[in-house]
């Protein structure tokens, strides 16, 4: 759970900083990282559901597949709240990609501290 909600907070510094940069309004910003915070919680919850029920769930390959999964739907929902916030498609797609690259390396040294600390887990 934990690991869950600083991974929303990093996330979210995230889209807001980077939706800053692109349109250099902190209203807007604001509001995509309000919104995607709570969208993203949604989505994110569904995804681990299907996940948790799928029939490869403790295989290789879901471990492969999984963040691909999660990083489409994450993404499209970052394209249909700036692009309805921006009122500009091109915007929202060029936040969406930056954001493919900058949650992939977050996530990687988020994942990779959490694993170092080993916070919550069992001795």
Same mark, same amino acid.
Not at 24 to 32: E, P, T
Not at 50 to 79: E, Q, Y
């Given at each position: 759970?934990?690991? &869950?909600? +600083?991974?929303?907070?990093?996330?979210?510094?995230?889209?807001? #900083?980077?939706?800053? %940069? $692109?349109?250099?309004?902190?209203?807007?910003?604001?509001?995509?990282?309000?919104v995607e915070t709570i969208s993203k919680t949604v989505f994110y919850?569904?995804?681990?559901?299907?996940?948790?029920?799928? &029939?490869? +769930?403790?295989?290789?390959?879901?471990?492969?597949?999984?963040? #691909?999964?999660?990083? %489409? $739907?994450?993404?499209?929902?970052?394209?249909?709240?700036?692009?309805?916030?921006?009122?500009d498609i091109k915007l929202g797609f060029q936040l969406s990609l930056?954001?493919?690259?900058?949650?992939?390396?977050?996530?990687?040294?988020?994942?990779?501290?959490?694993?170092?600390?080993? #916070?919550?887990?069992?001795?």
């Amino acid at each position: 759970m934990f690991k &869950s909600i +600083s991974w929303r907070f990093f996330g979210s510094l995230d889209t807001f #900083f980077l939706s800053l %940069l $692109i349109i250099d309004d902190i209203n807007i910003s604001l509001k995509i990282t309000f919104v995607e915070t709570i969208s993203k919680t949604v989505f994110y919850y569904f995804h681990e559901r299907f996940w948790f029920s799928s &029939s490869v +769930s403790n295989s290789k390959t879901r471990h492969f597949i999984k963040p #691909f999964t999660w990083r %489409l $739907i994450a993404s499209l929902d970052t394209l249909l709240i700036s692009t309805t916030l921006f009122n500009d498609i091109k915007l929202g797609f060029q936040l969406s990609l930056y954001e493919i690259f900058t949650k992939i390396v977050l996530y990687y040294l988020h994942d990779k501290l959490w694993y170092q600390s080993k #916070f919550g887990l069992d001795k």
